[in-house]
C-alpha cells in the first residue's frame, strides 16, 4: 500500500511569486491534512479535509494561503504570494475515519524557502 | 485547549545506554497520545501511541512509553540505544472527541547516538 506522498520535495521561490503544493493521502482516506513546521519549531497544524469539505481551517495563517481537494482525493495548497516567513516544511497527513483508530499518517514533506 | 512540551532539542546518548525523551503534555479533555519519529529524508513514522487503554505502552524498534496522568507526561525510553535510532522525536496530543483528531505537536528533540 502506497503512504502519503507529496511533491514536490523542495521548492525554492522568491517573494510575491506563487507556489502551489500537493498531497496525494493513502487511498481510501477521508481525512487530510496539513501541517507546517517554521525554523525548527514545533509541528503546527494548518486544516483539516473530510472527503471535499473543510472541517477546520482554523490553523491557516491568512488569506494569502488557499487548500483545495476537490473530488475528495489529493490536496493542493496554494500560497499566494508568498513571504519570506512562509518557509518552512510542509506537511500533509490521512488517516481513516475508524472508531478506535486515529493515528495519522505522514508524508515526506514539502520544504518551501522562500527568498 | 492541548499542547505539548518536548524538554530538550538534543539529547545524546552512547550505544547502548538507556534513551529517555521526555514529553510533558496539556490537555483540557482526556487526551490521546502519539510519538512519531522522522529520520533523515523521511517522513514522521508512528512509534506508538495511547489511546485510553494500558497506561504502558510499546512501540515498534523496543520503544515504549508510559501515561502518567498525574504528572501529564508521556516519556519515551528505550532501554538499549542503537546507532540507527539516532532521528528527530516527536511527541503529539489530541483530543479527537472533542476537535476531530487535530494533532498538537513539540518542538521536536534530535536524539544523538555514539558509537
Known amino acids: 500500500e502506497a503512504g502519503v506522498t507529496q511533491f514536490p520535495s523542495h521548492s525554492v521561490i522568491e517573494k510575491g511569486q506563487t507556489v502551489t503544493l500537493r498531497c496525494d493521502p493513502i487511498?481510501?482516506?477521508?481525512?487530510l491534512y496539513w501541517y507546517r513546521r517554521v525554523m525548527g519549531k514545533e509541528i503546527k497544524f494548518l486544516l483539516h479535509?473530510?472527503?471535499?469539505?473543510?472541517?477546520?481551517e482554523s490553523g491557516m495563517p491568512n488569506n494569502r494561503f488557499l487548500a483545495e481537494r476537490t473530488g475528495g482525493t489529493y490536496s493542493t495548497l496554494k500560497v499566494q504570494p508568498a513571504e519570506l516567513e512562509d518557509s518552512g516544511v510542509y506537511f500533509c497527513?490521512?488517516?481513516?475515519?475508524?472508531?478506535?483508530?486515529?493515528?495519522?499518517?505522514f508524508g515526506p514533506g514539502t520544504r518551501l524557502t522562500v527568498t | 485547549a492541548q499542547s505539548v512540551t518536548q524538554l530538550g532539542s538534543h539529547v545524546s546518548v552512547s550505544e547502548g545506554a538507556l534513551v529517555l525523551l521526555r514529553c510533558n503534555y496539556s490537555s483540557s479533555v482526556p487526551p490521546y497520545l502519539f510519538w512519531y519519529v522522522q529520520y533523515p529524508n523521511q517522513g514522521l513514522q508512528l512509534l506508538l501511541k495511547y489511546t485510553s487503554a494500558a497506561t504502558l505502552v510499546k512501540g515498534i524498534n523496543g520503544f515504549e512509553a508510559e501515561f502518567k496522568k498525574s504528572e501529564t507526561s508521556f516519556h519515551l525510553t528505550k532501554p538499549s540505544a542503537h546507532m540507527s535510532d539516532a532521528a528527530e522525536y516527536f511527541c503529539?496530543?489530541?483530543?479527537?472527541?472533542?476537535?476531530?483528531?487535530?494533532?498538537?505537536f513539540g518542538s521536536g528533540t534530535k536524539l544523538n547516538v555514539k558509537p
Open positions: 487511498s481510501g482516506h477521508d481525512n
Open positions: 479535509f473530510v472527503k471535499e469539505s473543510k472541517q477546520d
Open positions: 497527513a490521512s488517516s481513516q475515519k475508524l472508531a478506535g483508530s486515529y493515528e495519522q499518517y
Open positions: 503529539a496530543v489530541s483530543a479527537p472527541l472533542y476537535n476531530f483528531n487535530k494533532f498538537y
